[in-house]
């Protein structure tokens, strides 16, 4: 119906105007993962080049291979940042198509330098898919895709956009969609090109959305524009900056000074304290953070800065910490 085409369009006009691109846009109702098998599915035609630092980025580069397609990994120590140099040196020495990788490993806590990464590697490769899951930094981190020079970065509603999940938000390139014209058997739920066509056509879904999510992504864009794409950014920035000088007095960083995300903090565990015990008290004063992510469970632990939360909330967490944990 004509409403849902206005809410529907209406959401693409906030979004392209939050992030500042005129790039297309799309939001499927899915999980952020869905654009790991589209990428794979639509973007792959035959080799991929994954950079692999944490878990999320490993996820993907397991999701593209198990589409059937080929990969090649750069693996990086979990803690250490993807730098512009190791990708241009593993380009020029393989026949890829598209490179895929994390903008910010939500395990790990490390923000890639993915504008560094954009401008290095469109020089020398242009035709390359620059393919970035941004899933925990989209929408609380600074993502102007024109600038990126990516061609397709996606996240989902329940981080920084602070949001139920549920739908995922992907900015798509003039050249991705020209690029699945040239891969064969894309699947209906992972065509890219086929919802690209669809909307063209029709502003609509090729399929059920979610939408009752929509009309709270509508209204959260409201709140977002008002707040400003400079001002939300510079919130989040001075939530990481205070959670890090808070870390490092009591603890240390787990990422490679430098590369610290803006979303997430991952703090080393220094002092041998359980994490899941300090949950179980956090939780009777209604707060919760989150333990370390697979073989970094216990070894550090992880406290979120996105969304709508602000400096005075995680001054808040972390003086519970400190209370609990007795530093």
């Known amino acids: 119906p004509k409403e849902f085409t206005e809410l529907y369009t209406g959401i ?6 939050f ?26 035609k035959e080799k991929a080049l994954c950079c692999v630092n944490g878990a999320f980025s490993k996820r993907c580069a397991d999701t593209i291979k198990a589409c059937g397609k080929e990969i090649e990994k750069i693996e990086i120590e979990w803690g250490k940042a993807v730098k512009p140099e190791m990708i241009l040196e593993k380009l020029d020495s393989g ?3 598209t490179l895929a990788l994390c903008h910010n490993e939500t395990s790990t806590g490390v923000r890639n330098p993915i504008y560094e990464i954009g401008k290095a590697v469109k020089k020398e490769h242009p035709d390359i898919m620059y393919v970035i899951d941004s899933v925990s930094a989209m929408g ?22 602070a949001l139920p999940p549920g739908l995922a938000i992907g900015f798509v390139s003039d050249a991705a969609i020209k690029r699945c014209e040239e891969v064969p058997n894309r699947g209906r739920y992972t065509d890219l090109k ?41 919130r989040h920035e001075e939530m990481a900056k205070w959670t890090q000088g808070w870390a490092k007095k009591h603890f240390e960083m787990f990422p490679e000074p430098g590369y610290e995300s ?21 939780a009777k004063r209604d707060y919760m953070i989150s333990n370390g992510y697979g073989d970094l469970k216990e070894k550090t632990f ?26």
Not at 12 to 17: M, Y
Not at 143 to 161: F, G, R, W
Not at 306 to 325: A, F, L, Q
């Open 95 to 97: 026949k890829f198509d």
């Open 140 to 161: 609380g981190d600074k993502v102007i895709p024109e600038e990126i020079q990516c061609d397709l970065i996606y996240a989902s509603t329940q981080k920084a956009y």
């Open 262 to 282: 803006i979303t997430v903090s991952t703090i080393k565990n220094t002092q041998g304290k359980s994490v899941a015990d300090l949950n179980k008290e956090l």
């Open 19 to 44: 992030h500042k691109t005129k790039q297309w846009v799309t939001v499927p109702t899915a999980s952020g993962t869905l654009f790991m098998d589209m990428t794979a599915r639509s973007l792959v």
């Open 194 to 234: 086929g919802l690209y066509d669809y909307y063209m056509k029709k502003q609509q879904t090729p399929s059920t959305p979610n939408i009752s999510l929509m009309y709270a992504l509508s209204y959260q864009l409201d709140k977002m524009l008002e707040e400003t794409s400079e001002g939300r950014h510079k």
């Open 12 to 17: 693409f006009d906030k979004l392209q105007k």
């Open 302 to 327: 992880r406290i979120g800065h996105m969304g709508e939360w602000t400096t005075d909330d995680i001054k808040d967490v972390c003086g519970h910490i400190e209370d609990i944990w007795e530093l």
